[in-house]
């Protein structure tokens, strides 16, 4: 039965259904010819709205509404000048400054679309510019975007936390090591592949200036982690500060909160929250069925029960996600996947916070995968000039790190748990 499903619903996608309606769809019918009929669709509002009654997702739109206000603002242009000033004398010294900028604005835009879109369009032309392999550039932003959802806060994590019930704080702060490692780990690969190139040295001038200039971007992620590791607040109290906050640079210092702003960052808010609810909804209403048709069981007794080590079944996973981050974008595979990945991680004796930096880490992977990798996309969008293949082919070497640290936190879990265990 569960062949029949993630064919059909394959089938749907090959013809171009959008995710969201290929899942409800498929919802649809499996009630009308396994739970009843037509009279079972009086379940499909009430599904609906508890999919979506749950405060945890309140973060959701919030910290959507943060990146975008922060988009708009022009914080990332500052916190680029600021991380050239400062690291372009350094071999490779752009592509160290290119990651650093994609870690500090990933970890106030929660987004790694918002981050290659915000850092690449800025960094590619420059870096290009100083005789930059015009391949390595492009790999290293794909990669360098894809921190956007590791290191917090992180729409995915929130999703995470929505669907399993774990604690958005604790996977809020299990992503702040690995975030740093891997961050460490792309700027130690991207210096040594361009340490031929050297740019002149800022004066320390220059970079006090920088550093005044971008004061705001490096305090936002400060306040909100600091805030949600001490207590002061919840993740979700975090979205509404963190959207305050941007509210206020973007007005007071910036000052480019004019209307047509206003209008383009209210737009781009509700376009993106639309399509991830949308999702949960189709993913929620057929979960539903699948769990009339024990299958989510089903499958859980199959691993559990298989003569053969949880490791193996470890590997299986991350393979299934490695596969479906080829097609998938992050939301529909996290909606879709973990009403029955979950049970069978914690049947398993996983660590589910562990679990899920190992899947968020997957999912920058699918961020970068062709065919349907977004952060190719958006590459290709920055500069018409650009080909899928040559992005993929810069891309490739950030990958291969993606899956030896996937490897190295299997080994170390506790690069990943000690901090979340400080956090209720």
Known sequence: MNIFFMGTLGGLLLIGVPVAFAL????IAGMYFFNGGVIS???IPIISYK????????????????????VVSGVGRDLYEMASRWFRHLPGGLAIATLFCCAIFSAISGSSVTTAITVGSVALPEMVKRGYNKKYVLGLLAAGGTLGILIPPSVPMIIYGSVTGESIGKLFMAGIVPGIALTLLFMIFSSYQTRHIKDT???????????????????LPILIIGGIYSGIFTPTEAAAVGVVLSLAISAFVYRNLTLENVKKIILATVKSNAMILFIIVGAMLLGYIMTILQIPQAITEFATESNVSPWVIFILINIVLLILGMFLETISILVITLPIIYPIIVSLGFDPIWFAIVMVINMELALISPPVGL??????????SNTISEIVKGVIPYAVIMILFIVVIS?????????GDHVE
Do not use: C, H
Request: proline share 5%; hydrophobic share 55%; no cysteine.
């Open 411 to 419: 080994f170390f879990p506790d690069i990943v748990t000690f901090l």
């Open 51 to 70: 999919s979506l009654d749950d405060f945890t997702l309140t973060a959701l739109p919030m910290y959507v509404l943060m990146s975008q206000i922060l």
């Open 375 to 384: 952060n190719l996309f958006v590459l290709k969008g920055i500069d018409r």
């Open 24 to 27: 409800g769809l498929l919802a």
């Open 41 to 43: 669709f009086s379940q």
């Open 201 to 219: 040295p800022a004066t320390w001038g220059e970079r006090m200036e920088s550093v005044k200039v971008a004061i705001w971007g490096l305090l």
